[in-house]
């Protein structure tokens, strides 16, 4: 059972543009909400988080918008570059330190293509 | 350098064979994870360590026997592999368990083939 949804697996977004990521979850006790950028043959790497006592996290041309409402998450990076090309994870977990929500949770990627 | 290494970084082994991966991570973490990212699956979570103390087996089959002798080492021995079991092993860490604080970093993964 899927608890962290992306449902795109990919996005193809021209250089300059902005690319919007979407994620959704469906567990409400998850409280805090990340995004890892994965290229081939390396490790997903931490990009940008956000707490859910926020709606909007920002860093550099990176912005995460979280609706806990609508228990949906999206990561907006503009302007896109070619080096942004990749397969971004998007991931939940709760406070709840040694109960199974203080693990991550992630979804499937989507993956990115940033074209000049 | 992204503080947590993982070796080797490919490794091919046969169904009888014994082999193990290694992770070490240099952050001062208190947790480390295994996770498998199998082609067009999410991440899935194996084991969990936190303090050394495993506190999550997220009903992994025993061929996959994890050790973590210290905050900073994790091991995991591979033994009588199945060909279902190729996969790309990725090797976490992090501050604590969840929550702030709760960001994985990875390691590049060891990539297995299982002939």
């Known amino acids: 059972d899927q608890q962290v949804k992306q449902n795109s697996p990919s996005l193809s977004v021209q250089e300059g543009r902005i690319s919007i990521l979407n994620c959704d979850y469906t567990n409400s006790m998850f409280d805090y909400f990340l995004w890892y950028k994965k290229y081939p043959a390396e490790g997903p790497t931490f990009l940008i988080s956000i707490s859910s006592i926020k709606d909007k996290n920002e860093d550099g041309r990176f912005t995460v918008f979280l609706n806990k409402s609508a228990k949906h998450l999206s990561l907006h990076i503009v302007p896109s570059q070619p080096g942004d090309s990749a397969v971004y994870f998007c991931a939940a977990s709760g406070f709840s330190r040694g109960s199974t929500l203080g693990r991550l949770y992630f979804g499937r990627g989507t993956q990115l293509t940033v074209w000049p | 350098e992204t503080g947590v290494t993982q070796t080797p970084r490919h490794l091919v082994m046969g169904m009888t064979n014994k082999k193990s991966l290694k992770c070490e991570q240099h952050?001062?973490?208190?947790?480390m994870y295994w996770y498998k990212q199998s082609a067009k699956k999410p991440l899935e979570l194996m084991f969990v360590?936190?303090?050394?103390?495993?506190?999550e087996n997220n009903s992994v089959p025993s061929r996959f026997s994890p050790e973590c002798p210290n905050s900073s080492h994790l091991f995991l021995h591979l033994h009588t592999l199945q060909p279902e079991d190729s996969a790309l092993y990725l090797c976490a860490s992090s501050y604590r368990q969840g929550g702030t604080g709760g960001e994985l970093f990875f390691g590049e993964g060891s990539r297995l083939t299982v002939l």
């Open positions: 952050l001062g973490h208190n947790a």
């Open positions: 360590y936190n303090f050394k103390e495993q506190t």
